[in-house]
């Protein structure tokens, strides 16, 4: 059974950063599957970044990365916006998925 557990959220000022991590444990091979996704509030889940998958609306301004050692996987945002404000998840690039996470929320101020 793989966990994932995801932190680094929090409240931020527009135009302000954040880094979220993601720690996988369990049976998984390699982490290099692994991408972020995000549900803003009534909406539906999104994969933002993933392999070499990058969301249009976060181009430029988040970048992933993965430290194959501590099998994490990171998500630097740079320049947030208010709509970036959703929980940040991290789990496989397509199904089957692995068990969801809480998510970290992030909050972006304008």
């Known amino acids: 059974q793989v966990q994932l557990v995801e932190s680094g959220g929090g409240l931020v000022q527009s135009g302000g950063s954040l880094r979220l991590s993601c720690v996988a444990s369990g049976n998984i091979a390699n982490i290099n599957a692994l991408g972020w996704y995000r549900r803003a509030s009534g909406t539906q889940r999104e994969l933002v970044a993933g392999?070499?998958n990058i969301a249009d609306s976060v181009k430029g301004r988040f970048t992933i990365s993965r430290d194959d050692r501590k099998r994490t996987v990171y998500l630097q945002m740079n320049r947030l916006r208010s709509d970036d404000t959703a929980v940040y998840y991290c789990?496989?690039?397509?199904?089957?998925?692995?068990?969801w996470g809480q998510g970290t929320q992030v909050t972006v101020s304008s």
């Open positions: 392999g070499i």
């Open positions: 789990n496989r690039l397509m199904p089957p998925y692995y068990a």
